[in-house]
């Protein structure tokens, strides 16, 4: 789904941002894909989408260690 329509940025466009950059927090996110520059109505959901990607990509990290000990 478009969570950004002003700069075309989607949900799993920051789903797979976090998971190869890193990114985990809405200032980076906003440097990487421009998400909640222009007019800010996207805002709210960004920070949605990326809390879940981050705790998605703790919580797989978590399982691996696991699964590696």
């Given amino acids: 789904m478009y969570v950004c329509l002003c700069h075309s940025v989607t949900d799993t466009d920051i789903r797979r941002l976090v998971r190869t950059e890193g990114v985990c927090s809405m200032r980076e996110l906003s440097r990487q894909l421009g ?19 981050v705790h998605a990509a703790r919580s797989e990290a978590g399982c691996a260690a696991l699964a590696a000990a």
Avoid: P
């Avoid at 998400?35 to 990607?53: P, S, Y």
């Fill in 35 to 53: 998400v909640a520059t222009q007019c800010g109505k996207c805002g709210c959901c960004a920070r949605e989408v990326l809390r879940d990607a």
